[in-house]
């Protein structure tokens, strides 16, 4: 298996078809408020879901796209450690 590419979150955006829609940093999400949910993955999780739209729900036809959702959440996961 390759190592997914770090930095997929240009080609990403450029799938999303939302306006404004930007990574949450860190300390945003330290000081958002408890009953407020904000994910900081939103545009790798769009990708996916629209990438299985498009394929026809063919995961194959999707991995990079998960590969990057996935990279995305290893490295929100070790800043919040």
């Known amino acids: 298996m390759s190592s997914p590419n770090p930095d997929t979150t240009g080609s990403i ?8 829609t930007r990574r949450v940093k860190l300390s945003e999400f330290e000081r ?4 407020k949910f904000m994910d900081p993955c939103a545009l790798e999780s769009k990708a996916s879901m629209k990438c299985l739209d498009d394929s026809n729900y063919d ?23």
């Open 59 to 81: 995961k194959d036809a999707c991995n990079d796209v998960f590969a990057a959702y996935r990279e995305c959440k290893r490295r929100w996961v070790s800043e919040r450690r």
């Open 13 to 20: 955006r450029k799938m999303s078809t939302e306006t404004g």
């Open 32 to 35: 958002k408020i408890p009953s």
